[in-house]
């Protein structure tokens, strides 16, 4: 479990500053555009097809994220990252200052041009966004900074949207849109001064200013250069905006003509939505353990999966009435109830699943290359949406579905876009089941696992419980660990496709198979002389009686082969569970017991292994 709560990165100068810096800029963006919207659709004297200027605006607004993200990128590599946002927030002034003049003036084209300023800014300013927080947190809080900084944006959005529409109900909304988006903006630059030092990545990066060639390159950088955990998940964060920018465009029509509902129905489903995507986000944190925990992402899938198929299953039917139903009249029907919680189901899991892939992405990504790559998923976010638009109308339009039908065929969708990720990067359906066994069958509780070092070869030995020790050791431990695990529990069905993911050696007897063995040794030598983590369990065997089996030579053959920390651990708590060689296990007995992993003190490489099993022995205790 984490120790620490997310909330108190709001306390702290390294995040607060940035935190209301981006808060302010999401809340701009939405409360400018939602504004134009507004007026176009209400208020302007215009002669132009309404509508056609409603889908401009969405043009003018995404088109900068596609040329002008790999611009971003590189800057965001080159310069100082805290430089480089008060520049982008000065700018949102002067932005501002255009946008309000439009309002004041009534000048459409002047409203055009700042809106397409806006989404430039904004596409300069995400690959610096996203960039930063690994700069500015520590490794345990890039869950919940991300987390933070998610709920922060779509409640920056729907208190955008909803702020529009309030300001537009008046006959002066004019004078108190300008007001409202250039205070904003100096109140984002004045919190912007305070965000600590970030250096620059790559100073001496030559700036390409051939957006098309340059975006071409981050793109390849992005998709074809990394490890292919970072470059699916890349594709899992665009999916992710696909799907969501299906249900936010449709959620108006679905709303008038699902639900026979207002405008403050609109405003209520989309407030459902933003506050289900917030609570996952801030859910994140704790169901990870302050670790990057990838194994929420196929859970989130899952989630998004059901929710969409229950929401079309409950739509149609709604009753109608002479006029249309305002938000208190809909909640007063139970079925809008059941509409409501999918949505918000739908805003939840979406959170499980796109913050763990941000932190996944900016974790695993080089320093150098960080903003580059958040450009690269920035520019395939918004080919993503752009093609959104297009399935959207392809199925509504030309093959005539309804719109339940539509969000039933991307929610099928989402099952084969998943299969895809997950079976290209099968860690991570590995980490979902380690993830599931240590949220469902047991409560792990951990203990002195600070010992572990963050970077750099250890070897840890435990004491050997249960088939499914090595599963919880790590779920618990943030670092990945390759274990040395006996070949026939190695080669179980199902928990073979796991081991085989994580790299882990297996080992026979030297009277067993001798090839096996001395593989083994190599193996293991190559992970610490990697800098890696490798897990013993020097008794050879699972305890068929609950006590400590004695240790095995071979924990001094690694040690006197690789002079690296060992750290001793203990499992308490496995014996008598399902996986365990109790002959009076059960399937229910001790289910969602108490489970505790204690690491020790490290010790020298040339500890003998009579040593390690005492100090594992003493660090197990009584509790078997």
Not at 145 to 157: D, Q
Not at 283 to 296: F, N, W
């Amino acid at each position: 479990m984490t120790t620490h709560s997310q909330f108190a990165l709001l306390g702290k100068k390294r995040f607060l500053p940035f935190f209301l810096t981006q808060l302010c800029g999401a809340f701009n963006d939405n409360i400018f555009k939602q504004s134009l919207i507004l007026a176009i659709l209400y208020k302007l004297s215009l002669s132009a097809d309404r509508a056609l200027l409603v889908n401009l605006c969405a043009l003018l607004f995404i088109l900068p994220f596609l040329l002008f993200s790999a611009l971003g990128g590189q800057f965001g590599e080159k310069f100082a990252k805290d430089a480089l946002i008060r520049a982008i927030k000065l700018a949102e002034i002067v932005i501002m200052l255009v946008g309000a003049s439009g309002f004041l003036l009534n000048n459409l084209p002047l409203m055009f041009i700042a809106l397409f300023a806006m989404g430039t800014h904004s596409a300069i300013f995400g690959p610096v966004k996203y960039s930063i927080l690994p700069q500015a947190l520590h490794d345990d809080e890039l869950v919940g900074g991300n987390g933070l900084v998610e709920m922060g944006t779509f409640l920056a959005i729907l208190a955008g949207t909803i702020g529009a529409g309030i300001m537009l109900s008046s006959s002066h909304y004019a004078n108190w849109v300008a007001v409202a988006i250039v205070l904003v903006a100096c109140v984002g630059y004045l919190a912007s001064r305070g965000i600590p030092r970030a250096h620059a990545a790559l100073p001496e990066l030559k700036l390409d200013w051939n957006i098309f060639r340059q975006s071409w390159a981050i793109m390849r950088l992005g998709l074809q250069q990394q490890t292919p955990s970072v470059s699916r998940s890349l594709v899992g964060n665009s999916w992710f905006w696909f799907l969501g920018a299906v249900y936010l465009t449709q959620i108006p029509a679905y709303a008038k003509e699902l639900l026979h509902g207002d405008e403050g129905v609109v405003t209520l489903i989309l407030a459902v939505f933003s506050v289900g995507i917030a609570t996952g986000s801030m859910l994140c944190e704790r169901l990870s353990g302050g670790k990057v925990e990838i194994g929420l992402v196929p859970f989130g899938s899952l989630g998004l999966t059901v929710f969409g198929i229950l929401l079309w299953w409950h739509s149609g039917g709604f009753i109608q009435g002479a006029e249309p139903h305002s938000w208190l009249a809909v909640l007063s029907e139970p079925q809008a109830w059941l509409i409501l919680g999918d949505i918000f189901g739908i805003g939840l899991f979406g959170g499980f699943y796109i913050v763990p892939l941000y932190a996944l992405i900016q974790a695993r990504t080089a320093e150098h290359e960080r903003a580059r790559v958040i450009a690269a998923n920035n520019i395939l976010n918004s080919l993503f949406m752009v093609v959104s638009a297009l399935v959207s109308i392809l199925f509504l339009s030309v093959a005539g579905f309804s719109i339940p039908e539509l969000f039933l065929v991307v929610s099928l969708m989402n099952i084969a876009v998943n299969s895809y990720i997950f079976k290209i990067v099968p860690e991570f359906s590995m980490r979902f089941m380690i993830w599931l066994l240590s949220h469902s069958m047991y409560r792990v509780e951990h203990r002195g696992l600070a010992q572990i070092p963050d970077e750099g070869a250890a070897l840890l030995v435990c004491n050997h419980v249960s088939f499914v020790d090595a599963l919880l050791i790590g779920g618990a431990v943030r670092r990945p660990i390759r274990f040395v695990m006996y070949y026939k529990i190695y080669n179980l069905p199902v928990l073979n496709f796991i081991f085989r993911t994580a790299g882990t050696v297996p080992i026979a007897g030297r009277n067993e198979d001798l090839l096996i063995y001395d593989a083994a040794f190599k193996k293991i030598a190559e992970y610490l002389q990697a800098g890696e983590l490798v897990c013993l369990f020097p008794e050879g065997k699972l305890t068929t009686d609950g006590e400590l089996n004695e240790f095995k030579s071979g924990v001094e053959r690694v040690l006197a082969e690789n002079p690296v920390p060992v750290i001793p651990m203990a499992l308490q708590g496995l014996w008598g569970s399902f996986f365990s060689r109790d002959p009076g296990k059960g399937l229910f007995r001790r289910l969602w017991s108490r489970v505790t992993l204690v690491a020790g003190q490290p010790l020298a490489a040339n500890t003998d292994r009579q040593t390690l099993q005492a100090e594992v022995g003493a660090l197990r205790g009584a509790i078997r």
